[in-house]
């Protein structure tokens, strides 16, 4: 087959939507990091939280057959799980690593266990009684060839996703409650003494965080696919938190690090049928996480090496 | 920097939680025992067969464990395995312990933990385990091994593998054929198939060398794409790389992915295309979405094994491999898509495979083997 028509068919129209497609449930899980980030703690448990959040969704919305409460459910099945290691690392002191990462190992634990329990099956869930999340269909843009492949059709999630980066920008930069939360996440002590609640403002991040979590698990079991699989976040978590760290926990810069881990994830999709070797390919995602990660490092700490430099000289 | 030091030790310790899997497992295999708690007394009341004496023998019931590359539950590969291992705990009254994972660093834990626990078969249900087993067989020779879709050459290692480059021929040949019926819907001009395989291991190459060559027999010009999702358990990715196959022009894709499978159903059935099964009879996963599906009788080799043991018969070094003459592989009747798209269903699909499937049982279609497979492996 000829270079141009291989290359025309990797890179087409349908790329866009199919990173932005693949990219969703990390933006929905970066942004579940980003919001505990900006009061400087790192949300490890992430992949938990979502595995959860999946797992939920897709039970309440069989058992009562409404997407809506499905969802609902796995952001408070979110909020539930991060409200533990809000206690565990506020009120106990635990280091978060440790209490984020027994988290995730208990959502694995939990879902396999409730699988068996509620649905009596084991390894995945799928039956035509899930009611997914809904596809949003533009009449209008039928008529209009390439727009019409390009943006009917979305999960309702998969829109929800930009109206929710602009929410938490707004939150985070425009209002009292995140500027507080900024200042306790740059120099809490600071913030204490102004009169903020510190740990008040700790906890709510964390709850926020969690109901961010379970709608990002929501999205990957009733929006993105419609069926529960044992650990089905696959570390969908851990790359939001690398791109949460990448955007320096700014939702719209996060969100384009996600974008480039869903658009390396899927030009491997269509490399691979060409016959790149499939090892390589599937490299990809984490090569790019790596490179994202050490370039985000270069930059802060040259920017951090400027301010001191002028401190001093100033 | 403590920080970041904390992230890896804290990764560390994840990881050597994972590795200690099995007892996550035993919940699954709780159901199983009880099972085979009320198949053993009905095996006692039975009396007098072959089987029970073997089992006296031993004080109790032959005792066999199965390691699983992957989780129950997949629909597929390891759900057809598991099915051969319950009907054998009904009619021989075995004990039967299922230990699932996910990572090859739990497979490995999960056989190390079984030989130590002294069972007396232990079965790797998927060529991923065929490294450790010939990593530990040796140092447990009073242990009977056997190892499903793959060879392990050990006098205590008895091998069972399939003809699965004969299944995929037909499943590749239907898929050349069905591209070409444009009056179904969503069936393009493209004359462009589609495969999306799970992790990339050799006896999936078999499986991809039968296809190609299947496809190419009908059309040699036929384009195929091929994908790996690198998981036999992330059916996002797998549906991921089904849509992208789609959007680059194919319109059926087979499934050969265990776990990641699903996905790769779901995205057929989003899309309004087509896709072919795996490994059990997928044709009502997604019924109307899935043309056919290569049936490979993983259920028959983990049951046959479990009664060369049980019958005192099992024979270490030894190898099956079971072909489209022995039924180990063969399409499924269609009867689902015929349903489904009534006086539009191409009925030549159905004899051509037919025809071919008699071709291959007669040797005049000598269908290729990837390189370490095949009768003679």
């Known amino acids: ?314 | 920097m403590k920080k970041a030091l904390s992230v890896v030790l804290a990764g560390l310790m994840g990881l050597s939680l994972v590795a200690c899997g099995p007892s996550a497992n035993e919940v699954a295999s709780q159901s199983a025992e009880e099972t085979t708690a009320a198949a053993t007394e009905a095996a006692d009341a039975a009396e007098g067969g072959e089987e029970a004496a073997a089992a006296e023998e031993s004080d109790g019931p032959i005792r066999v464990c199965i390691v699983y590359s992957g989780n129950l539950g997949d629909k597929s590969y390891n759900d057809s395995c598991n099915a051969g291992a319950l009907q054998a705990v009904e009619d021989f009254g075995i004990e039967l312990k299922s230990l699932e994972g996910t990572t090859a660093q739990e497979w490995e834990a999960n056989l190390v933990a079984a030989c130590e626990e002294g069972y007396d078969l232990i079965i790797g249900a998927s060529s991923n385990n065929a490294d450790h087993i010939q990593k530990y067989a040796p140092d447990y020779p009073d242990i009977k091994f056997a190892v499903i879709d793959t060879t392990v050459d050990l006098p205590n290692v008895e091998s069972i593998s399939f003809a699965q480059n004969q299944g995929s021929f037909l499943a590749g040949a239907a898929a050349a054929m069905f591209t070409t019926k444009t009056d179904i819907d969503g069936v393009n001009a493209d004359k462009v198939i589609g495969w999306v395989g799970g992790m990339d291991v050799p006896v999936l190459h078999d499986f991809y060398t039968g296809y190609e060559q299947g496809a190419k027999y009908i059309d040699p010009d036929i384009t195929i794409l091929q994908a790996f999702a690198g998981s036999w358990n992330d059916p996002l990715k797998g549906k991921e790389l089904t849509l992208a196959q789609y959007e680059q022009g194919a319109d059926i894709v087979m499934n050969v992915a265990s776990g990641t499978g699903p996905g790769i159903l779901e995205a057929a059935k989003e899309s309004g295309l087509y896709a072919i099964g795996v490994d059990l009879n997928q044709d009502n996963d997604q019924p109307g979405s899935v043309l056919t599906s290569m049936v490979k009788r993983v259920d028959n080799a983990c049951y046959l094994v479990i009664q060369s043991v049980v019958e005192g018969t099992f024979e270490g070094g030894s190898t099956q491999y079971l072909t489209l003459a022995d039924g180990g592989v063969s399409l499924t009747d269609f009867s689902v898509m015929r349903e489904y798209l009534g006086d539009k269903f191409p009925e030549d699909i159905v004899e051509k495979c037919d025809e071919l499937a008699q071709q291959i049982i007669d040797g005049e279609i000598v269908v290729e083997n990837y390189e370490g497979f095949g009768p003679n492996a």
């Open chain 1, 1 to 314: 087959m000829d270079v141009f028509e291989s290359l025309g068919k990797i890179f087409n129209v349908s790329l866009i939507y199919a990173t932005f497609r693949a990219s969703t449930p990390i933006i929905y899980a970066a942004l579940c990091a980003a919001v505990t980030q900006q009061a400087n703690i790192l949300n490890v448990g992430t992949e938990g939280i979502m595995l959860v959040g999946a797992f939920t969704a897709v039970a309440v919305s069989f058992l009562t057959g409404s997407w809506i409460l499905g969802v609902l459910a796995a952001m408070c099945g979110g909020a539930v799980i991060a409200t533990i290691m809000a206690i565990g690392h506020i009120k106990y002191n635990s280091e978060i690593c440790a209490i984020g990462m027994g988290i995730n190992l208990f959502a694995i634990a939990i879902t396999k266990f409730l699988l068996q329990v509620i649905f009596n099956t084991s390894g995945s869930f799928s039956d035509p009684g899930i009611d997914p999340i809904p596809t949003v269909h533009f009449a209008f843009l039928e008529n209009i060839p390439v727009l019409n492949g390009l943006l009917n059709d979305w999960a309702f999630t998969e829109w929800f996703v930009i109206v929710f980066i602009i929410i938490l920008q707004f939150l985070f930069y425009k209002t009292v409650w995140g500027l507080r939360l900024r200042a306790v996440g740059q120099f809490p002590m600071a913030a204490q003494t102004a009169g903020i609640n510190v740990n008040a403002i700790k906890y709510q991040a964390i709850l926020i965080s969690g109901l961010v979590g379970g709608l990002a698990g929501a999205h990957l079991s009733l929006g993105y696919s419609t069926q529960f699989v044992e650990n089905m976040t696959n570390n969908r978590g851990f790359m939001g938190v690398a791109a949460m760290y990448f955007g320096g926990a700014n939702p719209a810069l996060t969100a384009v690090g996600c974008l480039l881990f869903g658009f390396s994830d899927s030009v491997g999709a269509r490399l691979q049928a060409y016959g790149f070797p499939a090892q390589f390919v599937l490299m990809m995602p984490y090569l790019v996480t790596i490179v994202v990660l050490a370039v985000s490092m270069a930059i802060k700490v040259a920017a951090s090496k400027k301010k001191e430099s002028s401190l001093i000289t100033g």
